[in-house]
């Protein structure tokens, strides 16, 4: 079994910062990729930000410059620090990561539940 439990999200003001967090446990003998992805009401769920195991990053282009995704590999927690927030960036955000149970055959990619990110304007 494997879990990720995101945390962070909120009410926040256009301008304002906001900081997700996501802890993966569970039987896991190895992780990938791990990323955060955003859906909007009425749209479908995309990328916001990926990171790989080495540290190397990529986002979406509507946030490059505010947003920093960022992990700690001993803790198995990835983040997402998100600063000037606009009233585009209101969704639900899911953390993704790639990783290798045990007693199975191979990578799969895992969900957490998601967590509400509201920007007012």
């Known amino acids: 079994q494997v879990q990720l439990v995101e945390s962070g999200g909120g009410l926040v003001q256009a301008g304002g910062s906001l900081r997700l967090s996501c802890a993966a446990s569970?039987?896991?003998?190895?992780?990938?990729?791990m990323a955060w992805y955003r859906q909007a009401p009425g749209k479908q769920r995309r990328l916001v930000a990926s990171v790989t195991t080495g540290g190397a990053t990529n986002y979406a282009d509507s946030v490059k410059g505010r947003f920093t995704i960022s992990r700690d590999n001993a803790k198995i927690t990835v983040y997402l620090q998100m600063n000037s927030l606009k009233p585009e960036d209101t969704g639900v955000y899911y953390c993704?990561?790639?990783?290798?149970?045990?007693?199975?055959?191979?990578?799969?990619?895992?969900w957490g539940q998601g967590t509400q990110v509201t920007v007012s304007s």
């Open positions: 569970g039987s896991i003998v190895g992780i990938r990729d």
């Open positions: 993704n990561a790639n990783i290798y149970r045990r007693y199975t055959s191979g990578y799969y990619d895992y």
